[in-house]
């Protein structure tokens, strides 16, 4: 069982950063591959980046290439999302996600664990 917990969600004006934490407990966390989806009112979740166990491979959704980084410590069981240049269209309720194959995955379904989320509003 792995157990996550984002924070760093908040409100910024359009244009601004945030820094999204996941930190992870449990059983060899640090070997799972991990995920950021968000969600928006009235929308699917969807997946906004990913990356493998180790760190090596990364993926970004196109709408935040080159603005989003994902990164992760595994020392300290943390995955991390930088945002940069947000948009209106960003603000979502961001989830990161574990998935205990170690790869690096787009897919929603292919994640085991979830945390609860945190709201991020960009505002215009």
């Known amino acids: 069982q792995v157990q996550l917990v984002e924070s760093g969600g908040g409100l910024v004006q359009a244009g601004g950063s945030l820094r999204l934490s996941c930190a992870a407990s449990?059983?060899?966390?640090?070997?799972?591959?991990m995920g950021w989806f968000r969600q928006a009112p009235g929308k699917e979740r969807e997946f906004v980046a990913a990356?493998?166990?180790?760190?090596?491979?990364?993926y970004n959704a196109n709408s935040v290439k080159g603005r989003f980084t994902i990164s992760r410590d595994n020392a300290k069981n943390t995955v991390y999302l930088q945002m940069n240049s947000l948009k209106p269209e960003d603000t979502a309720v961001y989830y990161c996600?574990?998935?205990?194959?170690?790869?690096?995955?787009?897919?929603?379904?292919?994640?085991?664990?979830w945390g609860q989320g945190t709201q991020v509003t960009v505002s215009s």
């Open positions: 996600a574990a998935d205990w194959r170690g790869v690096a995955r787009t897919q929603k379904g292919d994640y085991d664990y």
């Open positions: 449990g059983r060899t966390s640090s070997s799972y591959a």
């Open positions: 990356i493998n166990w180790i760190g090596g491979i990364t």
